[in-house]
């Protein structure tokens, strides 16, 4: 099946900093990449996805880059603010919909 | 809408009782998903349905898991017998379309003693 690999498991960073964090997988199939926020003691929470025909979105501070030569995905946040400090998970999509998620990673942003 | 619900918020129980998790999906969403998540391993998909009929449940842990939709804005995920290991925050989200965006519900926190 499917596996994600989601590096580093912790990021900190000075506020206004940038911030990337990368996944890997090993099915050349996937198609879709979706990235989710979860702050402490809530839900996770959509922020960013991307799919296999475009190589890059972005949306305000947030983007995401996708190389499926190299089966990789990256999330990058610019100007990092204290409200960025979460726990960060990259998905890929398994034999259709079902979602394999990365072990997360915790974003600190200090002020 | 009121978004993805989930009843109870936190369960506590014995271990050996039947536990039982609820969900009621964004309405007009064809799409449900049942997670479990842990600090081990993570959030990890147990099982979902595509306009009521299950499609996916490769990720269900053993037998004492068994999820049911009976109707669109229903479903519930039980436990029987329970152990300390099934201790875990258990989502339930919903989704419009396939690989489309997964609305999570707040959770359950599931504790076994």
């Known amino acids: 099946g499917e596996n994600v690999e989601q590096h580093p498991s912790t990021l900190s960073v000075q506020e206004g900093d940038s911030a990337v964090i990368k996944c890997t997988y090993s099915?050349?199939?996937?198609?879709?990449f979706p990235w989710y926020k979860q702050e402490l003691g809530k839900r996770p929470q959509l922020i960013i996805d991307i799919r296999s025909n475009v190589g890059e979105k972005k949306d305000q501070r947030i983007a995401v880059t996708l190389n499926k030569t190299a089966k990789h995905f990256s999330l990058h946040i610019t100007e990092t603010q204290p409200e960025d400090s979460a726990v960060y998970f990259c998905a890929v999509n398994q034999a259709g919909t079902a979602l394999i998620f990365g072990k997360g990673t915790t974003l600190s942003v200090s002020s | 809408d009121a978004g993805v619900i989930q009843s109870p918020r936190h369960e506590v129980t014995e271990m050996g009782q039947e536990v039982t998790l609820r969900c009621k999906p964004i309405?007009?969403?064809?799409?449900l998903f049942w997670y479990r998540q842990t600090m081990m391993r993570g959030l990890e998909l147990l099982i979902y349905f595509n306009n009521n009929v299950p499609i996916d449940d490769s990720g269900m842990p053993e037998d004492r898991f068994s999820a049911k939709m009976p109707n669109a804005s229903f479903s519930n995920l039980k436990i029987q017998p329970s152990e300390p290991r099934d201790s875990a925050v258990y989502f339930c989200?919903?989704?419009?379309?396939?690989?489309?965006?997964?609305?999570f519900g707040p959770g359950t926190r599931l504790t076994v003693l």
């Open positions: 099915d050349s199939a996937s198609n879709y």
């Open positions: 309405s007009g969403h064809d799409y």
């Open positions: 989200a919903s989704s419009f379309a396939a690989l489309h965006e997964q609305f």
